[in-house]
C-alpha cells in the first residue's frame, strides 16, 4: 500500500493548480449568479392582483401596490387587517419565486468541483470517500 494519500484519486496525485484555477472559475460564476438574482426582480400577488408585491432575486422585499378595490372604507379596521393578511401573501409569492429563480440560477454552482472525491449534487461531506477519521 502506497504512504501517498492521493495515489488513490488516480492520475499520480492531485493537481493543485488545476484544482485551484477551477475554484477561481466557480467562485466568478457564484459572483456572477448573485449580481444578477441581485438584479432581477419578480412579483407575486392575491385576490386577483388586489394587493402586489415586488422582491429582488436575493428576496428583499423592494415594493408594494395595493389597488383602490381592496380598501372598502366601510369597515376600514377590518379591511386593514386583511390588507395586512394580503400582503404578507403576496410576499410569500414573490418570495416563493425568487428562491425558484435562485435555485436555478444557483444549483449548476451548487455541484462541487468535478473528480473530487465526495463533491457533487447531494454529498454530504461527512461522508466522502478517503476522509481522514481525525
Do not use: W
Amino acid at each position: 500500500m502506497s504512504q501517498n494519500p492521493f495515489d488513490a484519486l488516480g492520475g499520480g496525485g492531485l493537481d493543485l493548480n488545476a484544482l485551484m484555477e477551477q475554484a477561481q472559475r466557480m467562485q466568478e460564476q457564484l459572483a456572477a449568479a448573485q449580481q444578477q438574482l441581485a438584479d432581477a426582480t419578480v412579483e407575486g400577488s392575491v385576490a386577483g392582483g388586489a394587493v402586489t408585491v415586488t422582491v429582488n432575486g436575493t428576496g428583499e422585499l423592494t415594493g408594494v401596490t395595493i389597488k383602490p378595490e381592496a380598501v372598502d372604507t366601510d369597515a376600514l379596521d377590518d379591511t386593514l387587517a386583511d390588507l395586512g393578511d394580503l400582503v404578507v401573501a403576496a410576499y410569500r409569492d414573490a418570495r416563493a419565486k425568487a428562491d425558484q429563480m435562485a435555485g436555478d440560477a444557483l444549483g449548476p454552482l451548487a455541484g462541487g468541483i468535478p473528480g473530487l472525491p465526495g463533491a457533487g449534487p447531494g454529498a454530504d461531506p461527512g461522508s466522502a470517500p478517503g476522509k481522514l477519521g481525525f
